[in-house]
């Protein structure tokens, strides 16, 4: 397989496990708030603004409200998303000459972004492990999304040991950040899953499992 097919595949997959949560959470938010009967009466333009405004509040109001494990893994796609994205913005502006920033370089080397990345990433990582504090793992986890980016950012001069980053080798760097987003969305889904599944077994382990029929139907065992 080419490069180039590599690389859709892998944001394929990726699109399809970030923003399938997006459109799944969204067509819920539809079929049960306000923009369904906004969409019965043809009000279409108002009933996917009232869609979006209302899956903006679940998500908001699902944050504050989920527990710390669920928060951590968003927070650390939502990092690595933002930094690899500024990321490539940023290095696009250094090789075009425009805008403020340049290579930084110390004495005769130079410093990719790698170096930082590894930096924060090792520094975060360390404090979440040497505190073992959930609540501050959340926000931990936001340096480490970002670390982690800066480095996948260079995958291929790391491999190639040459820099590649705008090469056709480069494309390497873009196929693993795809790859790492991937995973984040699909290690985010099986927390969720896991989290709503443990009131049902672990709340009564001598009990009978009960498989409910339905959603609306689904009652925690009790001892």
């Known amino acids: 397989m080419s490069l180039l097919r590599r690389t859709e595949a892998l944001g394929a997959l990726a699109l399809a496990t970030a923003g399938g949560l997006c459109v799944v959470e969204l067509r819920h938010v539809w079929r049960r708030g306000s923009a369904r009967e906004a969409a019965h009466a043809g009000r279409y333009r108002q009933a996917g603004r009232a869609a979006t405004r209302e899956t903006i509040a679940v998500v908001r109001e699902g944050y504050h409200a989920a527990p710390p494990r669920e928060n951590t893994v968003f927070n650390m796609l939502v990092a690595f998303l933002t930094t690899f994205g500024a990321t490539r913005g940023v290095t ?8 403020p ?7 005769r080397w130079r410093i990719h972004h790698f170096v930082p990345g590894i930096l924060i990433a ?17 926000w931990l986890a936001l340096p480490f999304g970002g670390g982690v980016a800066l480095v996948l950012d260079e995958t291929a001069l790391l491999l190639e040991l040459d820099d590649v980053y705008w090469s056709e080798e480069g494309i390497v ?40 029929t339905s959603g609306a139907d689904r009652i925690p065992l009790t001892s």
């Open 92 to 99: 696009h502006m250094i090789r075009a000459g425009s805008g």
């Open 101 to 107: 920033f340049r290579n930084l370089a110390i004495g």
């Open 122 to 138: 090792f520094l975060a990582g360390g404090v979440s492990i040497g505190l073992r504090h959930e609540e501050l793992d959340k």
């Open 173 to 212: 760097s873009v196929q693993a950040a795809l790859a790492a987003t991937a995973l984040l969305a699909s290690l985010g889904l099986a927390v969720r899953l896991v989290r709503r599944g443990e009131p049902y077994v672990l709340s009564a382990p001598d009990a009978t499992i009960v498989r409910p």
